[in-house]
C-alpha cells in the first residue's frame, strides 16, 4: 500500500520561503503522476502544482505560476514543492498526492493521499 508523508509546513512572514517535502513508502512513485493540493476550512481542495511520473509534463495553477516549483526525486521516492515569496493566501493545509493516471490526479479523482501539513502565512 502507497503511504504518503508530508513535511516541511510551518509558519513564514510574507515574502518568504518554504520546502515542502512527501516521502513515499510501501510502493515506487516512478510510475506516478503526482501532485500538491491545498485546502482551507470551508473550502474544497484544489490542485495547486502536479506533474507526470517522469516530469515530461508541468502544471501549475495560476495562483502559483511563477512562485511555486514542484519537483520530484524516483530514486528517493519524494516530491517536493519550493514555495517562494509566500502571501497569506496561500496560508493553508498542503497536501501530497499521487495517481497513476495524470489525467485523474489534479482532478482528484482516486488519488492516493498524506496526512497534509499546515503552512501558515502571517502579512
Known amino acids: 500500500q502507497l503511504r504518503l508523508v508530508e513535511s516541511g509546513g510551518g509558519s513564514v512572514q510574507a515574502g518568504g520561503s518554504l520546502r515542502l517535502s512527501c516521502a513515499a513508502s510501501?510502493?515506487?512513485?516512478?510510475?506516478?503522476?503526482m501532485g500538491w493540493f491545498r485546502q482551507v476550512p470551508g473550502k474544497e481542495r484544489e490542485g495547486i502544482a502536479g506533474?507526470?511520473?517522469?516530469?515530461?509534463?508541468?502544471h501549475y495553477d495560476d495562483s502559483v505560476k511563477g512562485r511555486f516549483n514542484i519537483s520530484r526525486d524516483n530514486t528517493k521516492n519524494t516530491l517536493y514543492l519550493q514555495m517562494n515569496n509566500l502571501k497569506s493566501d496561500d496560508t493553508a493545509m498542503y497536501y501530497c498526492?499521487?495517481?497513476?493516471?495524470?489525467?485523474?490526479?489534479?482532478?482528484?479523482?482516486?488519488?492516493?493521499w498524506g496526512q497534509g501539513t499546515q503552512v501558515t502565512v502571517s502579512s
Open positions: 506533474l507526470t511520473s517522469q516530469s515530461s509534463l508541468i
Open positions: 498526492a499521487a495517481n497513476p493516471r495524470w489525467s485523474f490526479l489534479l482532478r482528484g479523482v482516486d488519488n492516493n
Open positions: 510501501g510502493y515506487d512513485i516512478s510510475s506516478f503522476s
